[in-house]
């Protein structure tokens, strides 16, 4: 699994370890210990998007400074794009599965479901470049809507994976 569960497992106390002895609650706390590592995982993507995301402002004010006002609605689109993926990371499901659910949400489930958010840390550094590209297309004054269309697909490309993430639990 990941460095995040070993952390959480061995912040455990005395009393928890105590009653992890109890029939059916180690495997309780393993699966909650899964599902917390993800939520901090997907916390921190949120947070190093909403860095990238941060950065555009800057970049839509030298947009603007350079003549580039007729590119802005494309730039802000893009941008609402990534803001919607970083808002679905945040919130997204950590892979419960009720009493009587029909579908049951296991360990390796949940490591699947880890591993999927995990392979999404891959997006920052081509955001990042995306934006570099569009910000020094913009100095250059030239291939800016090219630079803008490559970071709307970027952007797209996130959302359209993110939404992928609910399959994971279910195949």
Do not use: H
């Amino acid at each position: 699994m990941s460095g995040l569960l070993d952390k959480i497992s061995q912040s455990r106390g005395g009393l928890e370890k105590l009653v992890g002895a109890i029939p059916g609650y180690k495997g309780y706390k393993e699966k909650e210990m899964r599902r917390e590592a993800d939520r901090l995982l997907r916390e921190t993507l949120a947070r190093k998007y909403e860095e990238q995301w941060a950065r555009l402002s800057g970049v839509q004010k030298r947009l603007m400074s350079a003549g580039g006002i007729e590119f802005t609605d494309d730039v802000e689109s893009a941008a609402t794009k990534l803001r919607g993926f970083i808002d679905k990371l945040k919130t997204a499901a950590m892979g419960y599965g009720g009493i009587f659910d029909a579908v049951r949400v296991d360990e390796a489930a949940l490591d699947k479901l880890y591993a999927f958010d995990n392979a999404l840390a891959d997006g920052i550094p081509q955001i990042s470049g995306t934006i570099d590209a569009m910000d020094a297309a913009i100095a250059a004054k030239q291939g800016v809507p090219e630079a803008i269309s490559r970071f709307d697909d970027q952007c797209r490309y996130l959302v359209t994976t993110f939404e992928q993430r609910k399959e994971v639990l279910t195949s």
